[in-house]
């Protein structure tokens, strides 16, 4: 009759936590990535918090006119612009990190590199031009308002936020 040594493990689950790295399935819900904070790496809370930042850009001030000769004086706020596209893109990318922080896969990676990309795009078009996304009052055509256009705070915070989540992405991916 043979007799068990005290010091072998006696099933795979006592064998899988004498080794380290190795967690067991039973003991380690598949969930608990998603609701852990703990599991966001740095490049994640960084791509986190820059992509709330560019969905709340949307809701800035973008780009503003003002004319004093014709009291004419137009604010442009992001929502009412490109924002449109801003908004949901920052809200689309947290979600996908908030649903599964810890995995930074080849399509979720370049997704979030191409949505951010976007939302760079955008910043720069409209500091380049400002007047893309504003309807001239009547009579007035663009390019005699143009010298009167001035960038606004949402379109940096959309430009800095695109910035975060791009290098957020890549910290999270390859660290």
């Known amino acids: 009759m043979e007799s068990r040594n005290q010091t072998e493990p006696t099933s795979d689950s ?3 936590h004498d080794q380290p790295g190795r ?29 709330v930042g560019l969905s709340l850009s949307a809701l800035l001030p973008w780009v ?18 490109a924002g449109v596209f801003t908004l949901p893109a920052g809200v689309l990318i947290a979600a996908g990190i908030i649903y599964s922080p810890s995995q930074w896969r080849r399509g979720k990676f370049f997704t979030v590199i191409i ?17 893309i996304g504003v309807d001239p009052p009547q009579g007035i ?24 989540v791009a290098i957020g992405s890549v910290l999270a991916r390859y660290s």
Do not use: C, H, W
């Open 64 to 81: 503003s006119l003002n004319v004093e000769l014709l009291s004419l004086s137009i604010t442009a706020v992001g929502i009412d612009t």
């Open 115 to 131: 949505v951010s990309g976007i939302g760079g795009l955008i910043g720069i078009a409209y500091v380049i031009d400002p007047t």
């Open 14 to 16: 006592e064998d899988a």
């Open 141 to 164: 055509s663009q390019e005699d308002i143009q010298p009167f256009m001035n960038t606004e705070i949402g379109i940096y915070a959309t430009l800095l936020s695109s910035i975060g």
């Open 23 to 51: 967690q067991d399935r039973e003991t380690s819900p598949p969930s608990a990535s998603r609701t852990n904070p703990g599991s966001y790496t740095t490049g994640g809370k960084i791509a986190l918090v820059s992509a």
